[in-house]
């Protein structure tokens, strides 16, 4: 087997491991860093249960090779909030009621976290936009869009 | 079994073209990968077809947005989510950003590169209509120097293109658009999100003094492979504005898209849509034309 190495930023951790060449960044982190938090639903780009942030942006880990996020940084919803706090958003979430089943809700917040790093206070037509890849079979996603505005202005007010 | 299977990455082309030029097997490039790694995951066989697979996400010569003496250049690499943040391709070619914000949902458009959209060349490609429409010429580099493609003459059927196995696209040169020049993407999609195109339309028209000097209307999936509808164009071109019949006009391009599929069992559903898709555009395109 031609393993490839790769080393990338993990949740602001240097991690560094050998992988197929074909390997999937969603079973690179969950079979190889045991971090579960990152789903599989479809594995095709269809749902966004897997989605991840990658330098920042929302991917769907189901989608990217391991082998290709050589140098850069990855952040998974373990990588989400500080030791002893929540992120704003994982609040609001709960807050709102915005996790029933939560199969979603890693990913969701993933979607999320991207658009408020980028966009200080979204406008709600920016929100759905930013959550079109995340698919909900339980909540409608309403409480999940006034989470996401919630936590945007919480943030502000820091 | 994939045993052999290799996994190379660089950020130099040439070491990439060298490697593409390499007999001995097929190496496949991967960009964002969302179109390859459904391909793989729908079929795992597919991996023995390929000696290896090769990065080319690094290669700088690839990427970027650039407005050059006569030309706009957009590199293969460019996302579509870059794409819809251009403000110089929001000013020129707003279709073609239309139709980035129209395609996937957005992780596939952080991920999905224009490069691929094209080069994997599906009936549903959303922006190869676009670039066939502003006339958008496409660049393919190999160990032999560059050749250069019209958008119009690159896919022979879905999901085959003419570019060899030893070439990379490197970028696509879109001509600048004459002043005043106006362009529309109209979308019928099945789902709002990620719903892959199941019939889509560009228009791209210059209105001068009332009467219409330039008309380029390219459907997207309504047929295998996008080209313009040259006898609606005829119709259209050199006509006062005002007296542009759109409902008349939009059964022609119905009939046009018959004409080149013949009878299927999609026509019926295909052939009223894409009907509302000419309306639509031609009636944006007579709202613009008044107001100026
Ligand atoms: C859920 C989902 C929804 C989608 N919705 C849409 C949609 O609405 N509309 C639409 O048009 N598409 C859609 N797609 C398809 C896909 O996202 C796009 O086609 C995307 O632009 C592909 O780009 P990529 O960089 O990911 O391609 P990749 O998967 O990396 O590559 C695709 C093909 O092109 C080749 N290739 C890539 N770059 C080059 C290059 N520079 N030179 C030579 N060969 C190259 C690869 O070898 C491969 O064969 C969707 C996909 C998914 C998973
Ligand atoms: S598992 Fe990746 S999008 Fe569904
Ligand atoms: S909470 Fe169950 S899928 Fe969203």
């Not at chain 2, 992780?107 to 691929?116: L, V």
Request: glycine share 8%; proline share 4%; charged share 25%.
């Amino acid at each position: 087997m031609s393993k490839v190495k790769v080393a990338f930023t993990l949740n602001d951790q240097e991690v560094s491991l050998l992988v197929q060449p074909e390997e999937r960044l969603l079973d690179t982190i969950r079979d190889r860093l045991n971090l579960t938090g990152t789903k599989e639903g479809c594995g095709v780009g269809e749902c966004g249960a897997c989605t991840v942030m990658l330098d920042g942006q929302a991917v769907n880990s189901c989608l990217v090779l391991t082998a290709q996020v050589y140098g850069r940084e990855v952040r998974t919803v373990e990588g989400l909030g500080g030791e002893e706090e929540l992120d704003k958003l994982q609040q609001a979430f709960i807050d709102h009621q915005a996790v029933q089943c939560g199969f979603c809700t890693p990913g969701m917040l993933m979607s999320a976290r991207a658009l408020l790093d980028d966009t200080g206070s979204p406008t709600r037509e920016e929100i759905k936009t930013a959550l079109d890849g995340n698919l909900c079979r339980c909540t409608g996603y309403k409480q999940i869009v006034e989470a996401v505005e919630a936590a945007a202005e919480a943030e502000e007010v820091d | 079994m994939t045993e052999d299977i290799k996994f190379f990455q660089t950020d130099n082309l040439e070491a990439a073209l060298e490697l593409l030029a390499d007999s001995s097997g097929v190496i496949k490039p991967v960009a964002g990968g969302t179109d390859l790694m459904v391909k793989i995951r729908e079929d795992r066989e597919l991996l023995q077809e390929f000696a290896g697979i090769l990065d080319i996400t690094n290669i700088s010569e690839l990427q970027g947005i650039a407005e050059e003496q006569d030309f706009v250049r957009i590199g293969a690499l460019v996302t579509h989510r870059e794409i819809i943040k251009s403000e110089l391709l929001q000013e020129k070619y707003p279709a073609l950003v239309e139709a980035a914000r129209a395609l996937g949902s957005t992780p596939i458009r952080n991920r999905g590169t224009i490069g691929g959209n094209v080069c994997n060349a599906a009936a549903c490609a959303d922006t190869l209509g676009p670039l066939v429409a502003f006339e958008a010429e496409v660049v393919l580099a190999s160990q032999a120097g560059e050749r250069v493609v019209p958008a119009g003459d690159l896919v022979e059927k879905p999901y085959q293109t003419v570019i060899r196995q030893d070439e990379l696209l490197r970028y696509f040169r879109l001509p600048l658009p004459a002043e005043g020049t106006f362009s529309s993407f109209q979308k019928i999609g099945r789902r709002q999100a990620a719903a892959i195109t199941r019939i889509s339309l560009v228009l791209v028209a210059r209105v001068s003094q009332g009467t219409v000097e330039h008309i380029r209307i390219v459907p997207g999936s309504a047929i295998p492979v996008p080209e313009p509808f040259t006898a609606l164009e005829k119709r259209i071109k050199g006509q006062k504005i005002g007296e542009i019949d759109s409902k008349e006009l939009s059964a022609l391009a119905g009939e046009e898209m018959v004409k080149i599929t013949g009878e299927r069992w999609s026509t019926p559903y295909k052939k009223p849509a894409l009907a509302t898709l000419v309306r639509r555009a031609l009636v944006e395109l007579k709202e613009v034309a008044d107001n100026e």
